[in-house]
C-alpha cells in the first residue's frame, strides 16, 4: 500500500509518463471490473431488444442488430447505465496507460472475464459446466502469465514519426477491410467473429490511446497526433457496432473473453513489434509470450463452442 502512495505521490508530481507499474495495475483492475459491470448491463439490454424478434415467424432470439434497433438502444437505461460503466472503465484505463508501459496494462482486463462469468450465470440463473470453467481459466491463466512476464521486461519507448505512421498504416488497412466485411457478411456473422472483430480494433484503440498521451507528455501534439484521435474515433465506432452485434449474439462472458484475450493481445503484438516496448526480453520469455498467446486463444474458442447458453439454447426457427 505504500508503495501505490509514493506511486501516485510520483505521478502528481511529475506527470504522466511516470512508469508507475503497481498503481497503474491497480486501476487496470478497477477498469476491468467497471467493464464487466458495463457489459452485463448491456447485454442485458441488447438482449431484450434483440428478443423481440423472437416472437415473429422464422426469427430467432440471438442474432446481428439493426441500424434501427442499434438506434434504439440509446433510449434504454440498462444500456446507458452499462455505457456509464464503460465510460468509467475507459478512464480508468487511459490513466493506468499514462503510468506503465501498454504490454503491461491492457492484459490486466482479463479479470473482467471472470467477474462477468459469475455475474452473468447469477443473473441468467444458468450453471457453468465444466468446460466453460475450464475455457475461462485458460484464458485468465494464459493472460496473467503474459502480464507476469511483461512487467519484468516491458520498457517505455520514445514515439517517433515513423513508429506512428506504422501504427496507422495497419489500422488503416484494417479499417477497410473490417468495414467492408460488415456491410456485406455481417448478417451471417456468428458472435465469435464480432468478438474477433471488435478485439483487435480495440487492440489499436489502447495503442492509439497510448500513443496520444505519450505524444503530449512528449509535447509533440501536432497534425499527426490529431490524425491519431480521428483514428481512435473510428476504431471506437466500428468495434463498438461489432460489440454491440456480438452481445445480440452471445452471452457477454463470451464477448469479454475475446475482448480481454485478443485485444491485449493485438495491442501487446503492437507494443512490442512496432513500439520496441519489450526491447530486453531474451529468446526463453519471447517463448513464454508466444505460449502464454495461444494459451489464452484457446480458452476462448472452448469457449464459444462450450457455453451453456450457446449449446443449451438452440435457434427457434
Known amino acids: 500500500m505504500d508503495m501505490l502512495f509514493s506511486e501516485a505521490n510520483q505521478m502528481l508530481a511529475y506527470g504522466p ?22 457489459a452485463q448491463f448491456q447485454n442485458d439490454a441488447v438482449s431484450d431488444k434483440s428478443a423481440v424478434s423472437e416472437k415473429k415467424p422464422g426469427k430467432i432470439g440471438r442474432g446481428s442488430l439493426s441500424i434501427k434497433q442499434l438506434f434504439s438502444l440509446l433510449i434504454k437505461p440498462k444500456w446507458l447505465s452499462g455505457t456509464a460503466f464503460m465510460a468509467l472503465g475507459i478512464g480508468l484505463q487511459l490513466v493506468a496507460l499514462s503510468l506503465a508501459p501498454l504490454i503491461v496494462v491492457q492484459p490486466v482486463g482479463a479479470i473482467a472475464l471472470v467477474i462477468t462469468s459469475l455475474l452473468n450465470a447469477r443473473v441468467t440463473k444458468t450453471r457453468l459446466n ?6 475461462i481459466s485458460l484464458c485468465t491463466l494464459g493472460i496473467a502469465a503474459f502480464v507476469a512476464m511483461a512487467s519484468g521486461v516491458a520498457n517505455e519507448s520514445v514515439l517517433n514519426d ?7 498504416g495497419v489500422l488503416g488497412v484494417i ?16 458472435a465469435l467473429t464480432y468478438v474477433i ?11 492509439l490511446a497510448k500513443v496520444v498521451i505519450q505524444r ?34 452471445g452471452p457477454p462472458d463470451l464477448v469479454i473473453a475475446g475482448l480481454t484475450v485478443i485485444d491485449p493481445l493485438v495491442a501487446v503484438s503492437i507494443g512490442i513489434v ?10 526463453p520469455v519471447i517463448l513464454g509470450f508466444g505460449l502464454s498467446a495461444i494459451v489464452a486463444v484457446i480458452g476462448v474458442i472452448l469457449l464459444s463452442k462450450v457455453h451453456p ?3 443449451l439454447k438452440p435457434a427457434k426457427g
Open 274 to 283: 512496432i513500439l520496441g516496448e519489450a526491447t530486453s526480453a531474451n529468446l
Open 216 to 249: 503530449i507528455y512528449q509535447t509533440q501534439f501536432e497534425w499527426l497526433t490529431v490524425f491519431c484521435l480521428v483514428a481512435l474515433i473510428g476504431a471506437v465506432s466500428l468495434g463498438s457496432w461489432f460489440v454491440q452485434n456480438a452481445y445480440s449474439s
Open 130 to 135: 465444466r468446460g466453460t470453467i475450464v475455457a
Open 17 to 38: 509518463g511516470v512508469d508507475a507499474r503497481a498503481l497503474a495495475i491497480l486501476l487496470a483492475v478497477l477498469a476491468a471490473v467497471a467493464l464487466a459491470f458495463g
Open 162 to 168: 515513423d513508429r506512428l505512421r506504422e501504427v496507422l
Open 175 to 190: 479499417l477497410v477491410i473490417f468495414t467492408v466485411l460488415f456491410f456485406t457478411l455481417g448478417r451471417q456473422a456468428k
Open 197 to 207: 472483430g471488435a478485439g483487435v480494433l480495440y487492440g489499436f484503440v489502447a495503442t
Open 309 to 311: 447458453e450457446l449449446t
